[in-house]
């Protein structure tokens, strides 16, 4: 059974709906990576699994439950995590706490989850008093992903992880994103730099006007030449 | 020397008193907006409420028969604040939640607390009069007096008990705030949501119990506030309404949705006024003695008339939203 399975999900934000009958699973090994042009639905697929829009038909299963229009604060302590695009850190609060409000709905002793998030990054290790405000946006982005990484996710949905970086941290936070993977955590992402993610995506989706286009390994959707033209840009 | 203990009395203590007032009513308005993103026009009658709390318990304290060694409006101020927090919880789950459960933008929200405060004032009028009353009850207050002949006075200091305890408690409430804010969980998850709500929802924290706590700390505190203020001046049904400018002014001066600015733009705004008002002859008096003939002090040197003392809160303020409409601290009024 797959750790999360979208079937012909239908919603929006109370107007015509985005989202037109979305399918989608993916396992907790997999590398998830959602691409399509503005406007496909992409974002707003994420959000309908995060509960942060109405959804209207269809079933999102996640360990083995219905969770659509379920609350973030039922769905973090199930194993669900969501780095948004935008404003995705506390800006005046330290990165430790930025990442203690990640571990919010946690109850136990989280001091090795944190140790473990300041392995992956090292950096933020340094910088844990600072405001997350004052670090550069790769490492916002790091901190971001950090607080996410706090509640123990079993599912990691990163909202373009990449946008507004430079190209050498777009290729830093791949591979970040490939070592949370094989750490055991299962990765949705949607993101613009469609080729360079879908090389490493085990599970790729092409969405357009709410619904999948193409579905396949990312390698696979790359050598396609039909997506590849309509798509990728040639 | 007389003139610098006149002043420490007319100013110094007099403007702690007042800024000790403003700031805890400040922090109030400022954690709500920082929370719920909308100006609390009530505040003020909350604090009146919440005074009027304190009046009743400490009636009942006096009707028992029980004398204390303090003034009971102080003995009884731990009751009023968990009362008045629930009062204050009351009221948002009756007036300001149906509100926000339909979406209603913070225009809404401010205009739906003026029907608050008019409904405060009109059932305190109901239940109380609309006359004015002491709430010393049974205890009259005691006076200090710090002689000053040591130093060449002829007058002494003077400080009542009901000021020096309501600088200690001031004092006490400030330093649990800001251990709150940045030791315990739920103080934190407070800094989050005001700091970027949408984030703090997506970690999964409870932003409807921070909501709550948020209520409960804004009460609490406009109780002891409002006491404050009636063991001041006097209890009255629009005791707290009269100063919600100035305290508005502090919250804004101090930084929108920034617990510290509110407590520094408390503190700033009553200085000012009671600065303002004061009246410089005395200080300078002396002076009359080297100036020439004909050019003697006149003998009110005052910037402002105490009756328009609430302009100067309206000045800082005005000036604030020109030079820096972030406030002192970096707050969030956007």
């Not at chain 1, 948004?84 to 430790?96: G, H, R």
């Not at chain 1, 055991?184 to 613009?192: A, R, S, T, Y």
């Not at chain 2, 207050?141 to 309501?166: A, C, H, V, Y």
Request: net charge neutral; glycine share 10%.
């Amino acid at each position: 059974m797959a750790l999360i399975e979208l079937k012909h999900v239908v919603g929006g934000y109370g107007g015509a709906p985005i989202l037109n009958g979305v399918n989608m699973a993916i396992e907790q090994s997999d590398i998830g990576v959602i691409v399509g042009p503005n406007g496909a639905g992409k974002s707003t697929t994420l959000k309908a699994i995060f509960g942060l829009l109405r959804v209207t038909g269809g079933t999102i299963e996640f360990g083995g439950r219905n969770v659509a229009n379920s609350l973030p604060d039922a769905l973090v302590p199930m194993g669900l995590s969501f780095v948004p695009q935008e404003k995705n850190v506390f800006t005046s609060m330290s990165v430790e706490e930025n990442l203690e409000m990640g571990a919010f709905t946690r109850q136990d002793d989280f001091s090795d989850t944190m140790d473990w998030v300041y392995q992956m990054f090292p950096v933020l290790a340094e910088k844990r008093r600072q405001p997350a405000g004052e670090l550069s946006g790769g490492q916002r982005q790091m901190v971001a992903m950090g607080r996410a990484l706090m509640s123990k996710p079993t599912l990691l949905m990163l909202d373009e992880p990449s946008a507004g970086l430079s190209p050498r941290y777009v290729t830093e936070i791949f591979e970040t994103i490939v070592r949370v993977n094989k750490e055991g955590v299962g990765i949705l992402m949607v993101e613009q730099n469609a080729r360079q993610a879908l090389a490493f995506a085990s599970r790729g989706f092409v969405l357009a006007n709410g619904q999948n286009r193409f579905t396949g390994t990312g390698p696979e959707l790359i050598a396609d030449p039909e997506v590849a033209k309509s798509f990728l840009g040639g | 020397m007389d003139e610098l203990i006149f002043f420490i009395n007319r100013v110094l203590i007099s403007g702690t008193v007042l800024g000790s007032i403003y700031a805890l009513g400040a922090i109030g308005i400022t954690l709500i907006f920082g929370i719920l993103r909308f100006a609390h026009f009530a505040h003020g009658d909350m604090m009146t409420m919440g005074a009027f709390v304190s009046f009743v318990l400490a009636s009942a304290l006096a009707a028992a028969g029980i004398v204390l060694p303090l003034p009971t409006g102080f003995v009884v101020l731990p009751v009023a604040m968990i009362i008045t927090a629930i009062l204050a919880l009351g009221l948002d789950k009756g007036f300001y939640a149906p509100l926000r459960a339909r979406g209603a933008r913070p225009v809404t929200l401010l205009i739906a607390s003026i029907g608050v405060t008019l409904m405060i004032q009109g059932l305190i009028r109901l239940i109380f009069g609309s006359g004015t009353r002491s709430i010393y009850v049974s205890a009259p207050k005691d006076i200090f007096r710090f002689d000053m002949s040591w130093i060449g006075g002829s007058r002494p200091i003077n400080i009542t008990e009901p000021q020096l305890i309501m600088f200690v408690v001031t004092a006490l409430l400030v330093v649990a705030l800001h251990l709150f804010l940045t030791r315990s969980r739920l103080g934190k998850a407070m800094r989050a949501m005001a700091d970027n709500a949408d984030l703090a929802q997506v970690s999964g924290i409870n932003t409807a119990l921070v909501v709550r706590v948020t209520w409960v700390i804004a009460g609490s505190l406009a109780c002891v506030a409002g006491t404050m203020l009636a063991l001041d001046v006097a209890l009255m049904p629009d005791l707290a309404f009269n100063i919600v400018l100035p305290i508005f002014a502090a919250a804004i001066v101090g930084g929108l949705g920034h617990a510290y600015g509110a407590i520094v733009g408390g503190f700033l705004i009553a200085f000012a006024e009671t600065l303002a008002v004061f009246n410089w002859t005395a200080v300078l008096r002396p002076l009359n003695n080297v100036l020439p003939e004909g050019m003697a002090l006149p003998a009110n040197l005052a910037l402002v008339p105490t009756e328009y003392k609430l302009t100067v809160a309206f000045v800082i303020l005005v000036i604030t939203l020109l030079v820096r409409p972030t406030g002192i601290f970096k707050g969030a009024s956007t």
